[in-house]
């Protein structure tokens, strides 16, 4: 008598939880359809500000195609949420928005819908360096073009003119014009090399010509610790042990405050800049310049890239035609273009940038000619192509390069090479990749 | 007596100093939520400004107030989570204690190994089986796991043993009460002063809870304070990290879990004053 109910009431317990279970499971089975007719609802994750009203003009004007975006935290964490939702089986949205750095690590994991057959044909409208950035030089298209980072260089122009600098043309004036303005307050620095941001440096490499991993039949091979990126890392090494530049990384509070306060009176960073700027430099307003970046060799001008990504359709969608048709009007339609440059403040990718940005961001106000900059780098940028394993050569520059500006010499930045180099071939031929060399 | 006092200085000295520990950086989340976003990381640290109120704004407006819906859903996720989890550490803890049945010290044993186990843990294996019945991106991603609280479970099965005497329950199975008006009648009220503490860790656990909502959840209308404002924070490298929101949301965040303890507090102290008598 005493014991009887002890189990019924475990049994119970049990039960509601499984009710709940049953419930809540909305019956996401349905097969893949082609019926034009069929209302289907896509999810989109992404982390570009005010998606959410660009989806809005697609969603007016096709009720059986409805996109609903959830806004994501940026880069890394939407990536890592999706390979882990492939990986249980569930749980991944319709489209993702996909940084150009992170496609050949979604592509092997599977993640990434082929979708050549509804948008291989937008090829022509964007820059060859970026359609390669979502075929990854194969017949499949793994996502269009949405957006794009060419490096641009800012600098604070009355601190230039006060020292009777103009912009630098390359790097050499650079290095002079950093020497000359910290020699003139030495609190005031051109710039930082920040040992948090590998994508920068990345693109800094692509510029001097590096691409660090490349495909040779059925092998990857890796060239990071080659000599365009030793040159680059002599070179910012260089100026951290002269001390000439900051050591410090970006995107800190401190860094933030540097740049507010105009300890900070430079920044090589890429076309998005201003909505940065406008955040962590408010009270410097109007006295920032754009330029095209400092070169290697002013005769050939080249450009790297820092951020820029695509937008994919998940292998785990059930509505993959439907999907491909968002994604494509969201890149290449010309209303679509402008509103991603409008409200979601990026630089689209699409050819057609240049036509619907025709004023200047708010930051930059003063000058007319910022778009006409940002065009000209994108037609500048050196191709690169990223490997699979991005994220393990990423986080093994932080380690090593964050040791080597923590040390303050030029020798500790190029060794930082040989060990990103044999973390990444290693990492490679544990992952089961043939490498090659 | 010179013994005496000297001891009881040092002490009130520890104790102040512990207290300033804790208390520092409440005091800082209050006075950074006063300043502006120019002034946050350039001002004095303790120099208080007078921008609480637009940043309370600033906070608002963030795409169309999503920062109270996560309020709202973390309210919701810790309130029935830790309502749910008290029941159920109540029943289970309530028939550990006072029913014998085959396997009864195996199942308390694996609780208590739940103890030993942290939450962080859990969260992987938990949403990958939850994604094979496709219920992750749900709300009930995050109450599913919360419900089960083996703390819970072990402390009710604690205060069970120790304040429903059995004679009580015999006298209402004698009075011809089922188990169930037992338990809901005689053994719920006995145990509440337990049951209050139960709640108030569960409450306060799901509350602060960040690791299993952030693996769970992919609609940011879903999440809960925690995860949306480390959002804020990782805006992408082309946008800047909104520090004073997120301050500012910090600070509004805690204001609920201090008026929790506030007004639960008097049964937190008969608890454990109860408890040290009992024992």
């Known amino acids: ?437 | 007596m010179s013994l005496k006092k000297g001891r009881s200085k040092t002490a009130t000295a520890l104790l102040l100093l512990g207290a300033a520990y804790c208390l520092l950086p409440v005091l800082w989340v209050l006075i950074a939520s006063s300043k502006s976003s120019g002034e946050l990381f350039s001002t004095f640290t303790l120099a208080p400004s007078t921008h609480l109120f637009d940043n309370l704004a600033d906070l608002s407006g963030y795409r169309d107030g999503l920062y109270w819906r996560w309020m709202a859903n973390t309210a919701l996720y810790a309130g029935v989570g830790a309502a749910a989890s008290t029941l159920i550490s109540a029943m289970a803890g309530f028939a550990l204690a006072k029913f014998d049945f085959p396997g009864k010290s195996a199942v308390f044993n694996v609780i208590l190994a739940g103890v030993l186990v942290p939450g962080v843990l859990l969260a992987i294996p938990q949403y990958l089986l939850l994604a094979k019945v496709g219920m992750t991106n749900t709300y009930w991603a995050v109450l599913l796991p919360s419900f089960i609280s083996p703390y819970g479970i072990y402390l009710a099965r604690i205060f069970a043993a120790a304040s429903v005497p059995t004679e009580i329950l015999e006298a209402s199975r004698i009075d011809g009460a089922g188990d169930w008006r037992t338990f809901g009648t005689v053994v719920l009220p006995m145990m509440r002063t337990g049951l209050v503490t139960v709640f108030l860790f569960q409450f306060v656990a799901v509350w602060n809870n960040f690791m299993l909502p952030y693996i769970m959840l992919g609609d940011d209308r879903l999440y809960p304070i925690t995860v949306g404002l480390n959002g804020l924070l990782n805006q992408g490298a082309n946008q800047p990290a909104m520090y004073t929101a997120v301050v500012t949301g910090a600070l509004v965040s805690i204001i609920p879990l201090i008026a929790l303890f506030l007004t639960l507090q008097r049964y937190w102290q008969v608890d454990l004053a109860a408890g040290g008598v009992k024992a």
């Open chain 1, 1 to 437: 008598m005493k014991t009887k109910y002890a189990p019924l009431m475990a049994a119970l317990t049990a039960a509601a939880l499984f009710t709940g279970t049953a419930c809540s499971n909305s019956g996401s089975s349905s097969e893949q359809t082609t019926d034009p007719n069929e209302k289907v609802s896509l999810t989109y994750w992404t982390w570009a500000p005010n998606m959410d009203k660009v989806a809005a003009a697609w969603n007016a004007k096709n009720p059986n195609i409805q996109v609903t975006v959830n806004k994501q935290d940026g880069g890394d964490p939407a990536v890592t949420k999706l390979l882990t939702a492939i990986k249980a089986g569930s749980g991944a949205p319709d489209i993702m928005q996909a940084e150009y750095q992170k496609i050949p690590t979604l592509v092997s994991a599977d993640a990434l819908a082929d979708i050549a057959a509804d948008a291989g044909s937008l090829k022509d409208k964007f820059p060859a360096g970026a359609w390669n950035g979502v075929t990854l030089g194969s017949d499949a298209v793994y996502g269009v073009p949405q957006d794009s980072g060419p490096l641009m260089f800012f600098y604070r122009a009355d601190v230039f003119e006060k020292n009777g600098l103009s912009a630098p043309k390359t790097w050499d004036e650079y290095a002079t014009a950093a020497e000359k303005i910290h020699k003139a307050n030495p609190k005031q620095y051109l710039g930082t090399f920040s040992a948090t941001d590998a994508g920068l440096f990345t693109g800094l490499a692509q510029q001097a010509g590096a691409s660090w991993w490349g495909v040779q039949g059925d092998a990857w091979s890796v060239a990071i610790d080659e000599p365009n990126t030793q040159k680059v890392a002599a070179y910012w090494g260089g100026l951290v042990e002269k001390g000439v530049i900051d050591n410090k990384p970006m995107y800190t509070p401190e860094w933030n405050a540097a740049l507010n306060d105009g300890t900070q009176v430079g920044w090589v960073s890429a076309v998005w800049a201003p909505g940065v700027l406008e955040g962590s430099a408010k009270d410097t307003k109007g006295k920032w310049k754009a330029a095209a970046m400092p070169q290697w060799d002013a005769a050939a001008p080249a450009t790297g890239a820092w951020g820029g990504s695509a937008t994919s359709v998940t292998t785990q969608s059930k509505h993959k035609k439907q999907a491909a048709q968002f994604v494509s009007w969201l890149n290449s339609d010309p209303e679509a273009v402008k509103l991603l440059a409008t409200e979601a403040s990026v630089y689209p990718a699409s050819n057609d940038a240049a036509s619907v940005l025709t004023s200047p961001p708010a930051f930059f106000a003063d000058q007319a000619d910022y778009y006409a900059i940002a065009a000209e780098a994108s037609k500048q940028m050196k191709p690169f192509t990223y490997g699979p394993n991005v994220n393990v050569a990423y986080s093994a520059f932080n380690d090593a390069f964050g040791k080597a500006a923590e040390s303050k010499k030029a020798s500790a930045f190029t060794e930082s090479l040989t060990t990103m180099q044999k973390t990444t071939v290693d990492d490679l031929k544990n992952a089961g990749f043939n490498v090659a060399g």
